[in-house]
C-alpha cells in the first residue's frame, strides 16, 4: 500500500518534471520527429493486420448469433460498426498498443537509465525527464486518434469482407453501417484513444525513468509497464464510458 | 576549485560518507580512492548533484552548489564534462552525434562550426575520422576516449571521471590516464578521477584523497602517498608485490 501511494507520488513528481518547456525547440521537433517513426510508423502494420481481423471475426460471429428472420442482414453491419467504433478500436487496440508500444519505451528508457545515459543528460544541464518522455507523449496524444480512426476504417472493411464471406450482401452491409449512425460515438472513440495514449506513454516511461539494476530488472519493468498500463486503461475505459455515454441521451 | 566542506550522507541507517572535507584543485588531477564500497561513486555523484546529502556544502569556485535552485545547478552543470565508467555514450547516435549533441543543445554554433569542434575534440583524444562510427562498434578504450571527447567538447571547467580504466587493458589504461592529464593541464581545469587503479594513482595523482569507511582517511600527493605511514592507505595501496617491493626499494 505504502509502495503503491510512493509510487503514485513519484509518477506525479517525474510528470511535474516532464511538463516543462523543451530546452531547444530545434532539438525537441528532430525528437518528436523521431517519436512520430518510432511510436506511429511502426505500429500502422499491426494496426491494420488486427483490426482487419477482428472486423472479419465480429461480422462472420454477428451473422451467426443473429441467424432469425427477425433480424435483417443490415444488423451484421450496424453490430460491426459500433463494436469496431465504441470498443475494439479504442479500448482493444489501447491494450495491444500498451504491450507492443509500453513496453518498447521501458525497454529504451531503462536502459538508458542502467547505463547511465540519463545521468549523463543531466550532467550536460538538460532536463532528462522532459527531453525523453514530452515527444513521446506528445506524438501519442496527437497520433492514437490517426491510428484509432485507422483502425476504424480497416475493421469495417474486414467486417464487410467477412460478411461477404458467409453471404451478408454488400448492399445490406452497407446500409448497416449507415443506419442510426451517431456521430458522437466517434468522438467518444476519440476521446478515449487521448486518454489512453497518455496512459500507456506516462506510466510506460515512468517504469523505464526509475528502473534500477541490469537487465533483468529493465525486463521486469517492462512487464509490470504493460501490466498497470493495461489495468489502467479498463479503469478508465469504465470511467470514461460511464461519464460519457451516460451524460448523452439519444 | 571544487570545495567540499562536512559532507554526511546516509542511506537508510547506514553512514556512507562521515564528515568528508577536502579541496579538489584547479589544474590538478584529483584522485579519491578507496576500496569498493568506500564511497567514492556516492562522493562522485553528491558532486554533481544526482545524489543529496544530509549535512555539509559544496561550492564550484565560491558557488554553493547545494543552496542553488534547480535551474542554477542545471549551468553549473553545463560547466562540467563527466566521464562515466561505461562511457554512457547514447547508443542511437553515432560518435559525431554524440560529441555534437552538447554543442547542440547549448550554443548557437552553425553546422560547420559544429563540425569543426567535433573534429578537433576526435583528433585530441586520437580518433580522427571515426565520426560515422555508432558506438556499437566501438572498443572500450574507443567508447572511454569518445566520451573524453564529448565531455570536453564544451570547453569545461570541471571534468568528473568515474573509474576511467575499469575493463581496459593496461596500455589502454595508460593512453587515457596521460589524456586525463593532458586536458587538465592544457586547459586548466578542476579534474576529479574516482579510481581504485593502482598505476593510475602512480601515474597522474596530483592530489589524492583516500576514502576508507566513509572519511578521508589520508591526503596527499603520489610521491608522499609512497613515504606514508598509515596502516589502511598502506594496505590497500600496497597490497600487490610489485607496489610492496616499490615501497621498500624507495
Known sequence: MIKGLQNIGDYFIMMNKVMSRPEKRSVF?????????KIILSSIGIVIIISFFIGAVVAIQ???NLSSPLFPDYTIGLVTRDAVILEFAPTMLGLILAGKIGSSIT???????????IDALEIMGINSASFLILPKILVSIIFFPILIILSISIGIIGGWLGGLSVGVPTSQFILGIQYEFIPFYVTYSLIKSIVFAFIITSVSSYYGYHASGGAINVGKASTKAVVYSSII???FNYILTDLILS???F | MIEVKNIHKKFGDNLVLNDVSFNFQRGKTNLIIGESGSGKTTLLKI???LYSFDKGSISYDGRIFNEMKLKEKRLVRQEIGMLFQGGALFDYMTVEENIKFPLTMFTNQTEEEKIERVNFCLKRVNLENQNNLRTSELSGGMIKRVAIARSISMNPKYLLCDE?????DPKTAILIDDLIKEITEEYNITTIVNTHDMNSVMQIGDNIAFIHNGEIWWEGNKEELIHAENKELDEFVFASKLFKRLKRNS
Not at chain 1, 107 to 117: F, K, L
Not at chain 2, 164 to 168: H, Y
Open chain 1, 29 to 37: 521537433l528532430k525528437q518528436f520527429n523521431l517519436e512520430i517513426m
Open chain 1, 62 to 64: 454477428q451473422y451467426f
Open chain 1, 107 to 117: 525497454s529504451e528508457i531503462g536502459t538508458m537509465r542502467v547505463t547511465e545515459q
Open chain 1, 233 to 235: 486503461i479498463l479503469i
Open chain 1, 247 to 249: 451524460g448523452i441521451s
Open chain 2, 47 to 49: 558532486l554533481i548533484g
Open chain 2, 164 to 168: 576511467p580504466n575499469s575493463g581496459l
